[in-house]
């Protein structure tokens, strides 16, 4: 879920290769899911012992593929931009189990799926432009997962300590890493459980990093979601997962003192909660404001404990935001208050809030540089 954003040394002018990658991904994206069911075809009777590393059930994977793929192509011309975005790629790919030699097998099993698709479209250039972004895009990947080998470790196994079900369908969990998991308050990780080995889902931290080491998640049990309805309905103390290494920026910037508003929707409420308590270890007085928003005030099912740190700091307001009458309320009660375009603006929900959370705050003049969310391109694939 970390969010990329275009970088200053994004060229006006795109390179030759930059135009070849992106008329081909143009030309697929109309049949994106034949060509990466084509592709994983290609893959697995070529190479049937990588198929031990994908999941069972492929949906969210392939859209996982194309959604890489459209990220590079997107930066093929803002070097820091992706070379950002593929180190984190494949330093999360570690967990995988993915080897360095299995980088060409995917690359030639993709360039056999984009001459099928693109037709007409597709010529030597064209191939020498991918082989050439394919080359480099898998030796930064490559390269991050060694230099990330020499000091972390590809995943982590974490007992589950507590286990409380707040709402028939929310979970809180608290969980134990085999060995020390650092991280900062506002990102989050993937999970794995027991049940449903090599389906990973993104949760962000419900807490700041902790002296005891544990680490806590909300899950919101979604219907047919394998990994949630296990965690919220399944585990128990005692039950391990696998967690991948931290990830993402929504994190608060202890540069300045400028005051915080933090729009969490439901289990959205997690990392919010996360950096609350970081603002308050740090000790430096700073505003904050938070609008906790729920279909329904069951669902409100943190705000004792949120409302138990307004009660302990001055500097802390807390709002729950019921909808009402089936009527989402909740990005667009911020312009009831204000002014906050001197405010850092956090947002995590659904991609629905997040979105028009978003453009509520640049309606109320919050500049884009100062509004933080994880991308929603991922927590719509996520599917939690
Ligand atoms: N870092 C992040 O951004 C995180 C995101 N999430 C996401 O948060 C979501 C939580 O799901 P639930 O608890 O079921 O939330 P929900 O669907 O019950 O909605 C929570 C709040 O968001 C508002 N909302 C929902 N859709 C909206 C839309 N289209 N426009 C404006 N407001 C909207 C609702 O009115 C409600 O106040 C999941 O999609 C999960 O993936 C969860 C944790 C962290």
């Known amino acids: 879920m970390c969010e990329v954003r275009h970088g200053m040394d994004a060229v006006a002018t795109p390179s030759p290769d930059a135009v070849l990658i992106r008329r081909t991904m143009t030309t697929i994206l109309p049949i994106a ?19 031990a590393l994908f999941p069972p059930a492929m949906n969210t994977q392939r859209d996982r593929l194309l959604a890489a793929l459209l990220t590079a192509a997107e930066h093929i011309d803002d070097t820091s931009v992706l070379v950002d975005y593929l180190q984190h790629l494949g330093r999360g790919h570690r967990k995988y189990g993915t080897r360095p030699e299995h980088y060409p097998a995917v690359g030639e099993c993709l360039i056999g799926a984009l001459t099928r698709y693109t037709g007409s479209v597709w010529n030597d250039e064209m191939e020498a432009a991918w082989v050439r972004a394919y080359t480099t895009i898998s030796q930064v990947m490559i390269d991050a997962a060694a230099t990330d080998e020499e000091h972390a470790p590809p995943w982590w196994m974490a007992e589950i300590v507590s286990h409380e079900l707040r709402t028939p369908d929310v979970a809180v969990l608290t969980v134990r890493p085999d060995q020390p998991y650092p991280f900062v308050a506002g990102q989050y990780t993937m999970v794995e459980t027991p049940w449903w080995p090599r389906i990973w889902r993104h949760y962000s931290f419900a807490s700041a990093p902790r002296a005891d080491g544990l680490l806590t998640f909300h899950v919101r049990a979604i219907p047919a979601g394998w990994v949630s309805n296990a965690l919220a309905h399944r585990a128990r103390p005692g039950d391990v997962i696998r967690l991948g290494p931290p990830t993402g920026s929504m994190t608060v910037d202890h540069t300045t003192d400028s005051a915080l508003l933090c729009l969490g929707g439901g289990t959205g409420i997690a990392p919010i909660k996360a950096l609350l308590e970081d603002v308050a270890e740090h000790g430096v007085r700073r505003l904050v404001e938070v609008f906790y928003g729920a279909r329904t ?7 004792e404990t949120l409302l138990r740190m307004q009660q302990r700091h001055s500097w802390l307001d807390v709002r729950p935001v019921v909808d009402r009458y089936g009527s989402v309320q909740l990005p667009g009660v911020i312009r009831e208050y204000g002014p906050w375009n001197e405010h850092e603006a956090y947002l995590s929900g659904p991609p629905g809030m997040i979105r028009s959370g978003v453009d509520a705050l640049l309606a109320v003049g919050v500049p884009s540089e100062r509004i933080r969310h994880d991308s929603v391109e991922e927590l719509v694939a996520a599917g939690y």
């Open 33 to 51: 899911d034949e060509v990466t069911s084509h592709f994983y075809a290609l893959l697995f009777v070529r190479h049937p012992e990588l198929r």
């Open 297 to 303: 005030s069951v669902d409100l099912y943190d705000l």
